[in-house]
T-cell receptor
Framework: DTAVSQTPKYLVTQMGNDKSIKCEQNLGHDTMYWYKQDSKKFLKIMFS???????INETVPNRFSPKSPDKAHLNLHINSLELGDSAVYFC??????????????FGPGTRLTVL | GNSVTQMEGPVTLSEEAFLTINCTYT??????LFWYVQYPGEGLQLLLKATKADDKGSNKGFEATYRKETTSFHLEKGSVQVSDSAVYFCALVSGGSYIPTFGRGTSLIVHP
């Protein structure tokens, strides 16, 4: 069983469109995250979500919004896509992100290409 | 705020060479320190971690020691293999923060 799964694996779309990426974890973890990885492999945290509390990286544009229907799911919705949004997006989870010793489990990534 | 600095890559080595990837950090309090590895086309996975000063994390022949006095967590391996070719990320988490801090990643290329 995959611990953290994401769909789709690849997403190609036009500028200006709205798209969503889904993430599910079956580990029973309390904290979930979204990251953006650019072409130089730089990893930027976008959101952290713990027990319905959202912690936002203030540099993330408000076109990006996380949505959590339940503890096992954290979806990423992106409005008005721009060329600069092209990247690989990773979902991750942690048993309790507030406990410093807990590691994160990452999904396989979604490669988003905006044309 | 917290920060993690890793040596820039790529690091290119021959098989069986000794590996060191440097990582230094700044953080408030007493963070936990991690090394993650990302193989091509995959997500990150935990390689090792240390949760307090002087702890040594180890896995798959890799080691790193949490040095509070030098604020460092350097990754080492005595003899690398071609299969170790990947990107390595140093990271820290401070208790209660919910926002992990990652370094920029170091690409390792191992030639036969």
């Amino acid at each position: 069983d995959t611990a953290v799964s994401q769909t789709p694996k690849y997403l190609v779309t036009q500028m200006g469109n709205d798209k969503s990426i889904k993430c599910e974890q079956n580990l029973g973890h309390d904290t979930m995250y979204w990251y953006k990885q650019d072409s130089k492999k730089f990893l930027k945290i976008m959101f952290s979500y713990n027990n319905k509390e959202l912690i936002i990286n203030e540099t993330v544009p408000n076109r990006f919004s996380p949505k959590s229907p339940d503890k096992a799911h954290l979806n990423l919705h992106i409005n008005s896509l721009e060329l600069g949004d092209s990247a690989v997006y990773f979902c991750a989870s942690s048993q309790d992100g507030g406990v410093s010793g807990n590691e994160q489990f990452f999904g396989p990534g979604t490669r988003l290409t905006v044309l | 705020g917290n920060s993690v600095t890793q040596m820039e890559g790529p690091v290119t080595l021959s098989e069986e060479a000794f590996l060191t990837i440097n990582c230094t950090y700044t953080a408030t309090g007493y963070p936990s320190l991690f090394w993650y590895v990302q193989y091509p086309g995959e997500g990150l996975q935990l390689l090792l971690k240390a949760t307090k000063a002087d702890d040594k994390g180890s896995n798959k022949g890799f080691e790193a020691t949490y040095r509070k006095e030098t604020t460092s967590f350097h990754l080492e391996k005595g003899s690398v293999q071609v299969s170790d070719s990947a990107v390595y990320f140093c990271a820290l988490v401070s208790g209660g923060s919910y926002i992990p801090t990652f370094g920029r990643g170091t690409s390792l290329i191992v030639h036969p």
